[in-house]
């Protein structure tokens, strides 16, 4: 595992969109998986900004989302189909044929998760995965549990994820209870993952990814110590509460 600290968000969102950009480059036709939240919007706007000056071409680039709340509309604002049309897709050019976020309205949960992995697998898998971290330790929306699910699944989220979340919603009690989260072993089977924490409210959560040096199901992000290449990039204010 590598741990890069930048100074601020500003450094961590620069750090990770020049790894991308060099990737991007690298391979025009590689398959990305992206996180939403907070964390990863500065990175987003560095990707625009990276597209805007004609260093990066998305045309042959595919994508697939970590996760969607289960009951929201592709159009309702609150859903990550929103966050990503409007914090980068409208602004860069994917093909939407090549954009993959699961879709919290599906009829037969079950089998469109089946589907996912499927399209998962047939796009070759995700090649570089970004990943955000909850404060309870969560990837995806995969959160601690005695048993933590391989494939796209459908999960309950976890009272201190709809906490967190609330904040984009008008009250805690509108949080969808439930969200549609690619597994674990998908983002275990991407080739390269950059996961970003950022803030006083992830030192301790990295601080325990960090400094225990175990794998278990009710820290979801500890499975990425056994990934032959994981990148950490992190602010000097989790690094200093964590050190
Ligand atoms: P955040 O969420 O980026 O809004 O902190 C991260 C996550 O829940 O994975």
Redesign the pocket.
């Given at each position: 595992m590598k741990l890069i600290v930048e100074n601020d968000y500003e450094g961590l969102s620069k750090r990770a969109s020049q790894i991308l950009i060099k990737e991007i480059q690298k391979d025009p036709e590689i398959v990305l998986g992206l996180?939403t939240?907070?964390?990863p919007l500065g990175l987003y706007r560095k990707l625009i900004e990276s597209y805007q000056r004609g260093e990066i071409d998305f045309t042959h680039v595919k994508t697939f989302n970590l996760d969607e709340y289960v009951g929201l509309e592709k159009y309702d604002p609150r859903s990550y189909n929103h966050y990503m049309n409007t914090m980068l897709f409208n602004h860069i050019n994917m093909k939407p044929e090549n954009i993959h976020i699961p879709n919290g309205k599906a009829t037969n949960l079950e089998s469109y998760c089946e589907e996912y992995n499927e399209d998962i697998e047939r796009a070759g898998g995700i090649d570089v995965q970004v990943l955000?971290?909850?404060t309870e330790g969560?990837?995806g929306f995969n959160e601690p549990d005695d048993e933590l699910n391989v494939g796209t699944s459908v999960i309950k989220l976890a009272p201190s994820?709809i906490n967190?979340n609330a904040k984009y919603f008008k009250s805690t009690g509108e949080v969808p209870e439930r969200a549609i989260t690619m597994g674990l072993g998908s983002i275990l089977k991407a080739k390269k993952i950059i996961l970003l924490a950022n803030g006083e409210s992830k030192i301790e959560v990295i601080d325990r990814l960090l400094n225990r040096n175990v794998v278990t199901t009710q820290l979801p992000a500890s499975f990425l110590l056994l990934h032959p290449d994981v990148t950490i990039i992190i602010d000097e204010e989790v690094y200093e509460g964590c050190r």
């Open positions: 996180p939240g907070s964390t955000g971290i909850g969560h990837i994820t967190d």
